[in-house]
């Protein structure tokens, strides 16, 4: 059940690179996981795109400066080694420095924080329960979450 949020400075990117960027980490978190790239996988991995009005470097507005982008990568606890993490970083920092023109702009990689945050075993809520790392696996191992839900 991963879960993304992207926050950029609204008109930025367009909304076609936008589109392009969350299947792109959506994907990459799938894979990370070592969850299949099924139905299953997709029905429960959502997306959330913030495009802001206001944003500050250093307390003050950076008006007009070179893009500032987090994103937010939320897992169950025990998906991705720190290894992982680290990698999966770099790879979804890549992938937006390419989309905003900076692709080989080593310093431009400080204008991107990806924070991953684990909910620990039994504290991720869906479906109108909680859910182990356990029971996600063999959610998505089902191939279809819906009927999963519905007989679990």
Avoid: C
């Avoid at 495009?51 to 950076?62: I, Q, S, W």
């Avoid at 025990?78 to 937006?96: F, H, R, S």
């Amino acid at each position: 059940m991963p879960q993304i949020e992207f926050t950029l400075p609204r008109s930025t990117l367009s909304g076609d690179t936008i589109d392009s960027l969350m299947g792109e980490m959506t994907t990459t978190l799938l894979r990370y996981e070592g969850a299949p790239d099924n139905e299953a996988s997709r029905e429960i991995s959502w997306g959330f795109v913030h495009e802001v009005d206001r944003v500050y470097n250093g307390g003050a507005p950076l008006n007009g400066g070179a893009p500032r982008y987090r994103v937010d990568l939320t897992v169950p606890q025990g998906a991705l080694t720190p290894e992982k993490k680290n990698e999966i970083v770099g790879e979804i920092t890549q992938m937006i420095l390419d989309a905003d023109g900076s692709a080989g702009d080593s310093a431009a990689a400080m204008r991107v924080w990806v924070l991953v945050h684990d909910v620990p075993d039994g504290n991720w809520g869906g479906a109108g329960r909680t859910w182990t790392l356990r029971e996600i696996a063999g959610l998505v191992g089902a191939g279809d979450a819906r009927t999963a839900v519905a007989s679990g």
